[in-house]
């Protein structure tokens, strides 16, 4: 199936798409039932889902659509997870999915990765004052697509304190990239990032 169709087939073809993702969730849960047989509680975040639903500037589709399909499956993953296990769940997407949080939060996902704060809609205080202490954010720690690759070192100095002090209290944080470092990022802003963090993120947090 093409992504275009599989976008279609979310209105179209809804049972079967609902069918589709609960079929997904037997074959995960039954993984992961491997995995906790092989290593037992050595785990401590399983990562459940890498695909993307939102673009730069919105969801890909409406929040309804994403708590009638897709929320059934990521529910029953997550309980079996809780109920069987101590191991966090760790589900990534790119994008503006500020609406897609709430019923995120509501199947019982521990922790939320890139978090793209420079996408629409993903502003770090906005974030961190609807969904924090509710969600782990997995990320948001510094912009991959403007501040990184673009910004002076203090541009990225400044960047990553002022996240850290934004997503940081009370914990419920981890600072990460919003994604992958890509190439031609400057040596010096890598390394300042990684000063300041060290400098910047560490309790108690400065103001």
């Known amino acids: 199936m093409t992504f275009p169709d599989w976008m279609v087939s979310l209105i179209t073809e809804k049972s079967y798409m609902y069918d589709f993702y609960q079929v997904s969730a037997d074959v995960a849960i039954e993984n992961l039932q491997a995995y906790h047989d092989a290593v037992g ?19 890909m589709f409406s929040p309804a659509v994403f708590e009638e399909l897709f929320i059934p499956a990521f529910r029953r993953i997550n309980d079996w997870v809780h109920a069987n296990t101590n191991w966090k769940t760790f589900y990534h997407s790119c994008g503006s999915i500020r609406n897609l949080i709430d ?18 809609n993903m502003d770090p ?9 509710r969600i782990v954010f997995w990320g948001g720690g510094i912009d991959t697509q403007n501040v990184l690759p673009f910004g002076s070192v203090e541009e990225v100095r400044d960047q990553v304190r002022e996240h850290i002090n934004i997503f940081g209290p009370g914990g419920g944080f981890v600072f990460s990239t919003v994604h992958n470092i890509q190439a031609k990022v ?20 400065e103001a």
């Open 125 to 133: 205080p906005g974030l961190q004052r609807d969904f924090g202490g």
């Open 186 to 205: 400057p040596t010096e802003n890598i390394l300042g990032m990684y000063d300041a963090v060290h400098e910047f993120g560490r309790y108690p947090l």
């Open 103 to 120: 019923p995120l939060i509501e199947a019982g996902v521990d922790s939320l990765n890139p978090v793209q704060v420079s996408a629409a």
């Open 41 to 59: 509680e050595r785990i401590e975040a399983v990562v459940i889902s890498t695909a993307d639903y939102g673009t730069q500037r919105s969801e």
